[in-house]
């Protein structure tokens, strides 16, 4: 059944928020939704005491690998970490704590797919697809058409979204991750089509992310996929300076998704949590 996933994002060493579409702006045109004053072993710690496994942790560009350990070391063999992932770190990465690592640009030498390095890096993990996550995050290119996009986004791969490439990626991996990066950070409502296609189309766990505003955007991704997505919300949560109450996710998880769903202020064996 979908579940609120939720991510954190490192941007210089620090959690922030970010317009997806600008992330290879110039600093000046960078647009930043929120810069929390939390470190990322914060946001770590949270997602554990309210049973949220599974969340990502993305570092967008150098000087994130120290934030992304602390976050890490909260909550060993529960988060997923992605951001510069390839054959040569992945393991080293799953050593330090990592669930699964994710995988964009590394599988996209010259923007052209390579089967040979997503079978490397494979190989890297013990041939093991249960801790690999593809991150097919794209743009759309058209009526029901998305291309895969990699370094942060702004450069468009020869890779489009269908259901022909999500099966033939599916055998090397455990579950997806899709940005629509044309969304992201905007709060300005989900990329319906998408998640309906993304329902259609994959057998393994996927999540969505972009645009998410609201609560009732997981009742939404739920009807649209058949429960086959799962949905990140990131800009429009409270912990990120949104308007969306994070225990609201952690409660419909509880409700819809058989997982998570503590009470507010109660750890994992029911101790109080300041």
Known sequence: MTIFRPCIDLHAGRVKQI????????????????????PARHFARLYREHGLRGAHVIMLGPGNEDAAREALSEWPGALQLGGGVDERNAARWVGEGAGKVI?????????????????????????DPSKLVIDL????????KWVVAMDKWQRLTDMVVNQDSIRMLEPYCSEFLVHA????????????ELVRCLGEWCSVPVTYAGGGRAVGD?????????????????????VFGG????EECVE???????????????????????
């Open 103 to 127: 995988v964009t640009s590394y599988l996209f030498p010259t923007a052209k797919f390579s089967l040979a390095r997503l079978q490397a890096i494979l190989h890297s993990l013990d041939d």
């Open 19 to 38: 317009v997806g579409g600008t992330l290879g702006s110039a600093s000046a045109a960078l647009r930043t939704n929120h810069v929390s004053d939390l």
């Open 243 to 246: 308007g969306v109450r994070f």
């Open 181 to 192: 990066a044309d969304h992201e950070g905007l709060q300005g409502g989900i990329d319906e």
């Open 218 to 238: 997981l009742d939404r991704v739920r009807e649209l996929s058949g429960g086959r997505v799962d949905l990140t919300i990131g800009s429009a949560l409270d």
């Open 252 to 274: 419909w998880n509880g409700k819809w998704g058989g997982m998570g769903g503590k009470k507010v202020g109660e750890g994992i064996g029911g101790e109080k949590v300041l």
């Open 137 to 144: 995050s794209c743009r759309r290119a058209g009526p029901r």
